[in-house]
């Protein structure tokens, strides 16, 4: 999966070592905010040194993040975690519901004459008409 945005906060980086394996570890997480009418935040981690290091992710960029959802049990309760595996940079947001490059319908009537993007209204049909439905 993926989504396109800007990002808004990046959250300090968290470290540690393993209890299973002895290794150190660390993961970064970061909010990403995808444009649209009703813009919508996604918090996403990054896990390992060397990726947290090698993407570099700044506030304010326009990026597109590619990632996997999984969740896990603890204590009885579940959550999810959406773990960023490739970060491509420089790409900008579409527009909510818009397929890519696709031209944007103006919300008023063309100026020249043209035909308008719905049919004109017809008169309605005589007493004796075969179009005789009531809708």
């Keep these: 999966m993926e989504l396109t945005g800007r990002i808004i906060a990046v959250l300090p980086a968290n470290s540690g070592v393993s209890n299973r394996t002895g290794n150190p570890w660390m993961s970064q997480e970061y909010v990403i905010e995808i444009p649209g009418q009703y813009p919508r935040k996604c918090v996403f981690r990054l896990f390992g040194e060397d990726r947290i290091k090698q993407f570099n992710i700044q506030q304010g960029e326009d990026i597109t993040v590619q990632f996997d959802i999984d969740a896990h049990e603890y204590n009885g309760r ?6 960023a595996y490739n970060i491509v940079r420089g790409q900008v947001a579409p527009v909510a519901g818009a397929p890519v490059g696709a031209p944007q319908a103006s919300p008023f009537p063309p100026a020249d004459g043209a035909t308008a993007p719905f049919p004109p209204a017809q008169e309605p049909a005589g007493e004796g008409s075969a179009d ?4």
């Design 78 to 83: 579940w959550f999810n975690e959406i773990r």
């Design 132 to 135: 005789d439905l009531p809708f």
